[in-house]
């Protein structure tokens, strides 16, 4: 009985030829198909290994498992650099402040006891700035300055309750919030 060198088209196999030319053909077809596949599996892989490192793709599409980018070292502290400009809201001129109010300092040095006279020349003025409607309601905080009789300490007057402090100044959301309650 003759030995079958084909399998069954039954296993999903494809016939073998019968013949040596017709197996140099399918073999120069199978190794046409598989450069093919081998140029196509090179251009994914190209596809895959893309970041933003090496394409025009956004830092926030590498994915969270890659480390950022390091930071060149400048040699400078974070932060302002010494001799920057500043930038921040100049003081108004005193005949311009809407109210003045005056925060005298303590009674009695906290040294010594001693009794604080009040020196007027020489205050820390601090100025709020807020909008209730469109014009600006400013108010300066003058505290003005005392010198103990005992030891010559210096006092300034304390900022009242009522005062905001620096820090609420530079923040919008008083002025958003009055904003906001005056437009409902």
């Known amino acids: 009985m003759p030995r079958s060198t084909t399998p069954s088209p039954e296993n999903g196999q494809p016939e073998l030829p019968e013949s040596v030319p017709a197996c140099h053909d ?3 077809q199978l190794l046409r198909s598989q450069n093919q596949l081998m140029e196509r599996l090179s ?9 933003s490192r ?8 590498d994915g969270p498992g890659t480390p950022p980018r390091p930071r060149p070292k400048s040699g400078k502290r974070a932060g302002g650099q010494p001799g920057h400009p500043g930038s921040h809201r ?3 001129a005193e005949d311009q402040v809407n109210h003045r ?6 009674e009695q040095c906290e040294g010594c006891n001693g009794t604080v006279e009040v020196d007027a020349d020489k205050p820390m003025r601090h100025q709020v700035f807020d909008l209730p409607r469109i014009e600006p309601v400013v ?5 003005l300055r005392g010198i103990c009789r005992g030891c010559g300490r210096k006092h300034h007057g304390a900022l009242r309750r009522a005062c905001p402090q620096a820090s609420s ?11 906001r309650v005056s437009s409902i």
Do not use: D, F, H, Q
């Open 26 to 28: 399918m073999i120069r």
């Open 43 to 51: 251009v994914l892989e190209e596809k895959a290994n893309l970041n």
């Open 54 to 61: 090496n394409s025009s793709k956004p830092p926030s599409s």
């Open 90 to 92: 100049e003081m108004l």
């Open 101 to 106: 109010v005056e925060c005298p300092p303590p």
């Open 139 to 143: 108010t300066e905080y003058v505290r």
């Open 169 to 179: 100044v530079r923040t919008p959301w008083r002025w958003w919030a009055r904003w």
